[in-house]
């Protein structure tokens, strides 16, 4: 099974325009959608749609819309009781694929809730090859949370990935993880590279820059690093080497969990038993495929484009 945590999940509500955003102006939009998110529950949603097991843990009382959006969508859960509702994240999409994120801090947890949260991750851990760990930390959580877990699950044996951001990033990537998947703005802070070099670079076909700093934290955590870059591609550092593959053209729709389907996606493929360059062309393809598609809806195996994937040993 492929487990996700989502500690600060969220309503996500996508209004989609037929227009550009003005701001100060008065819209009215073609389409209005709320779906269940967070980094985990978008990830464990990719995977319920390519047919493997999962199951995504959130805190979320019963009576929570949130879950009964969880409900609604089929996806395996288990929501660990909390006194507070989930937050709405407001994403607002052109027809350009430009998209503006208003999201919310969310419900703080208390010293009770949170451990309710770690008993119940380590318990479904002990059924699952990999635990994703996604996303921010709502209030009440230390920015330590995420390397308190993964010290919680020493002698389990289950494989952990983790994508997350800020102070949390920062500890974590001490914790030693399997699997890192830092964006290039996340890549930068804990290397200190240029995010925006690292993009630029790989977009003009010289991915370079990004490999060497995938490799450097690669090589501090002792696992790998999936590097999402936007429409460039990505980069996957792994036992001192690297890989690059570019991403095909799409009609982007929405941005919006277009690196937690990348995340799936890997996960997926090494599922399967893929060596590193297929699970690479993987995330790709379903980091791409979620990028046309509209708010956070999770792609499906037949739209997946591999042919126009190449992927590049560095």
């Given at each position: 099974?492929?487990?996700?945590?989502?500690?600060?999940?969220?309503?996500?509500?996508?209004?989609?325009?037929?227009?550009?955003?003005?701001?100060?102006?008065?819209?009215?939009?073609?389409?209005?959608?709320?779906?269940?998110?967070?980094?985990?529950?978008?990830?464990?949603?990719?995977?319920?749609?390519?047919?493997?097991?999962?199951?995504?843990?959130?805190?979320?009382?019963?009576?929570?819309?949130?879950?009964?959006?969880?409900?609604?969508?089929?996806?395996?859960?288990?929501?660990?009781?909390?006194?507070?509702?989930?937050?709405?994240?407001?994403?607002i999409a052109d027809p350009d694929g430009?998209?503006?994120?208003?999201?919310?801090?969310?419900?703080?947890?208390?010293?009770?809730?949170?451990?309710?949260?770690?008993?119940?991750?380590?318990?479904?851990?002990?059924?699952?090859?990999?635990?994703?760990?996604?996303?921010?930390?709502?209030?009440?959580?230390?920015?330590?949370?995420?390397?308190?877990?993964?010290?919680?699950?020493?002698?389990?044996?289950?494989?952990?990935?983790?994508?997350?951001?800020?102070?949390?990033?920062?500890?974590?990537?001490?914790?030693?993880?399997?699997?890192?998947?830092?964006?290039?703005?996340?890549?930068?802070?804990?290397?200190?590279?240029?995010?925006v070099a690292l993009e630029s670079a790989?977009?003009?076909?010289?991915?370079?820059?990004?490999?060497?700093?995938?490799?450097?934290?690669?090589?501090?955590?002792?696992?790998?690093?999936?590097?999402?870059?936007?429409?460039?591609?990505?980069?996957?550092?792994?036992?001192?080497?690297?890989?690059?593959?570019?991403?095909?053209?799409?009609?982007?729709?929405?941005?919006?969990?277009?690196?937690?389907?990348?995340?799936?996606?890997?996960?997926?493929?090494?599922?399967?038993?893929?060596?590193?360059?297929?699970?690479?062309?993987?995330?790709?393809a379903y980091g791409s495929a979620a990028?046309?598609?509209?708010?956070?809806?999770?792609?499906?195996?037949?739209?997946?484009?591999?042919?126009?994937?190449?992927?590049?040993?560095?």
């Open positions: 099974m492929i487990l996700t945590v989502t500690a600060n999940p969220s309503i996500d509500r996508t209004v989609q325009l037929d227009g550009p955003l003005i701001p100060g102006g008065v819209h009215r939009p073609v389409g209005v959608v709320d779906q269940p998110g967070g980094k985990g529950v978008n990830v464990a949603r990719v995977v319920d749609a390519a047919g493997l097991p999962t199951m995504a843990v959130a805190p979320a009382h019963a009576g929570d819309s949130f879950v009964h959006h969880l409900e609604r969508a089929g996806l395996p859960h288990s929501a660990i009781d909390v006194a507070g509702d989930v937050r709405v994240n407001l994403t430009v998209t503006t994120k208003i999201n919310a801090p969310g419900a703080k947890l208390d010293a009770a809730e949170a451990q309710s949260l770690v008993t119940a991750i380590v318990e479904h851990a002990a059924h699952a090859d990999w635990l994703a760990l996604c996303g921010s930390l709502p209030p009440g959580l230390p920015a330590t949370w995420y390397a308190d877990v993964i010290g919680a699950l020493r002698g389990v044996g289950v494989h952990i990935a983790v994508d997350t951001s800020g102070a949390p990033l920062r500890h974590v990537a001490a914790a030693g993880p399997d699997l890192m998947k830092p964006n290039s703005e996340e890549l930068a802070e804990l290397t200190g590279a240029d995010p790989a977009a003009d076909g010289d991915p370079s820059e990004a490999a060497r700093a995938s490799i450097a934290l690669a090589e501090s955590t002792r696992g790998a690093v999936l590097t999402t870059l936007g429409g460039a591609g990505a980069v996957l550092a792994v036992g001192g080497e690297a890989w690059f593959a570019s991403a095909p053209e799409v009609r982007v729709r929405s941005t919006v969990g277009a690196g937690d389907a990348s995340l799936a996606g890997y996960l997926i493929a090494d599922h399967a038993g893929a060596d590193p360059a297929d699970r690479l062309a993987r995330a790709v990028a046309s598609l509209p708010g956070t809806t999770p792609p499906t195996p037949d739209l997946l484009d591999h042919a126009r994937i190449t992927v590049t040993r560095l």
